[in-house]
């Protein structure tokens, strides 16, 4: 739960990310035999931090470099303390500070490349394994696993300091910072692995670090307009699991259960976002898209077209399958199957989102609507094969249910 926010606080004690990790590594191992033995601490984070530290020590002293870092670390640490480290760290589970922050900047240093950063802040800010890391990208664990570790190594050859840049060095470091707050929230919120559908405690990381960024970049729109896009989206996790866990469909949820309170405040970041006066980016225009449905009280009611137009922008502005994906299934909304069929199949040919469930899902779902039972049964079956969640799959399989039922009953 807490590891980012661990690892952090080493790395601003150690100066150096991959020792960080080591050493969280090695208080989390001491952890597992001591505490069965003694009890877990009351403060278990602060005592992992303190320890962590301790271990931070004894390898500078392992290295014979007694310098200004060992120093800092030693001022930390009470000599005369107890052998066993006690709950010294003070610990605010609930806090996002400045650590964070800066673990999200290098992580993200321009001496990076751009998949680098987002495999690394991913790993050691959202917590991810490369197994989701992998899923993430659709490319194979081993290539991140390379990633991570060539990305470790570079910044330490580089040197690059442990804190939150200068002002004027943020701009060229937001876009990747960015990226990945949007792709952890997105992991969060439906999971590409796994038993639950939604990891919330990704999900509202992911949102708190928005709210950072926004206090730190408040006339940034992009900052301000993925702000907008994760509170309104959030704002619907209430209602997207029934009690069991089981997914709940957008045409099939309570709205009642929204939360109202994360709308208004995704309402007013895209309102802020709006007032800068540069125009919306692609965070901001999915967060237009998402203030469409918190403003409709039912899915029959939500403005389809103008769903349509803001994917259609959106698509100009930063094209993808994926957006396209989206606004096939809005234009199927606003116009009919029939008028979505041909973006989707444009997709098929092309080859796009191999590998993904997506596309043979919306496949799937057309071609019933579409009264083509056969063709929507086997897109269905290539969806649940392909889906890695397993709280997803179980919708599928109930879609592909009805599909076999219907055809039998036609």
């Known amino acids: 739960m807490?590891?980012?926010?661990?690892?952090?606080?080493?790395?601003?004690?150690?100066?150096?990310?991959?020792?960080?990790?080591?050493?969280?590594?090695?208080?989390?191992?001491?952890?597992?035999?001591?505490?069965?033995?003694?009890g877990a601490p009351a403060n278990p984070a602060g005592w992992l931090v303190t320890t962590g530290r301790r271990r931070a020590v004894d390898a500078f002293r392992r290295r014979a470099a007694l310098d200004d870092r060992y120093a800092a670390l030693a001022r930390d640490l009470d000599p005369g303390g107890p052998a066993v480290p006690g709950p010294e760290e003070a610990w605010d589970p609930d806090r996002v500070d400045d650590d964070v922050l800066a673990l999200m900047f290098v992580a993200c240093h321009p001496?990076?490349?751009?998949?680098?950063?987002?495999?690394?802040?991913?790993?050691?800010?959202?917590?991810?394994?490369?197994?989701e890391i992998a899923r993430a990208f659709l490319v194979p664990t081993a290539t991140v696993q390379a990633r991570i570790t060539r990305a470790?190594?570079?910044?330490?050859?580089a040197r690059v300091p442990f804190a939150v840049p200068e002002p004027h060095e943020?701009?060229?470091?937001?876009?990747?910072?960015?990226?990945?707050v949007y792709v952890v929230f997105t992991e969060g919120s439906t999971?590409?692995?796994?038993?639950?559908?939604?990891?919330?405690?990704?999900?509202?990381?992911?949102?708190?670090?928005?709210?950072?960024?926004?206090?730190?970049?408040?006339?940034?729109?992009?900052v301000l307009g993925l702000l907008a896009l994760l509170e309104l989206t959030a704002a619907r996790f209430p209602a997207r699991t029934a009690a069991d866990g089981s997914p709940v469909l957008l045409d099939e949820q309570d709205r009642q259960r929204w939360d109202r309170a994360a709308v208004r405040r995704g309402r007013a970041a895209l309102a802020a976002a709006g007032a800068v006066g540069r125009g919306l980016g692609a965070y901001g225009l999915q967060a237009a898209i998402a203030e469409c449905h918190a403003v409709a009280p039912s899915v029959a009611a939500t403005d389809w077209e103008r769903v349509v137009l803001l994917y259609e922008t959106l698509g100009r502005l930063a094209p993808s399958p994926v957006v396209d994906l989206n606004r096939a299934v809005a234009l199927a909304q606003a116009r009919g199957p029939a008028a979505a069929l041909p973006v989707v199949d444009a997709l098929v040919a092309d080859g796009a989102l191999a590998g993904s469930h997506l596309l043979?899902?919306?496949?799937?779902?057309?071609?019933?609507r579409l009264g083509r039972d056969a063709e929507a049964r086997a897109e269905t079956e290539r969806a649940v094969a392909l889906c890695?969640?397993?709280?997803?799959?179980?919708?599928?399989?109930?879609?592909?249910?009805?599909?076999?039922?219907?055809?039998r009953a036609g």
């Open 2 to 38: 807490h590891s980012a926010r661990i690892v952090a606080t080493l790395a601003r004690s150690t100066g150096e990310l991959a020792l960080a990790e080591d050493v969280a590594q090695e208080a989390l191992a001491e952890a597992l035999v001591t505490w069965p033995r003694t």
């Open 111 to 131: 001496v990076l490349s751009r998949e680098a950063q987002v495999a690394l802040t991913l790993r050691v800010v959202g917590g991810l394994t490369s197994d």
């Open 152 to 157: 470790k190594k570079t910044l330490a050859a």
């Open 170 to 180: 943020r701009a060229e470091r937001l876009g990747p910072v960015l990226s990945v």
């Open 191 to 222: 999971a590409t692995s796994g038993d639950d559908w939604i990891r919330q405690d990704l999900a509202h990381e992911a949102v708190r670090l928005a709210r950072v960024l926004a206090r730190l970049q408040p006339t940034e729109p992009e």
């Open 360 to 368: 043979p899902s919306v496949r799937g779902e057309l071609l019933r």
């Open 388 to 407: 890695g969640n397993a709280a997803e799959r179980a919708v599928l399989l109930r879609r592909l249910a009805t599909i076999t039922e219907d055809h």
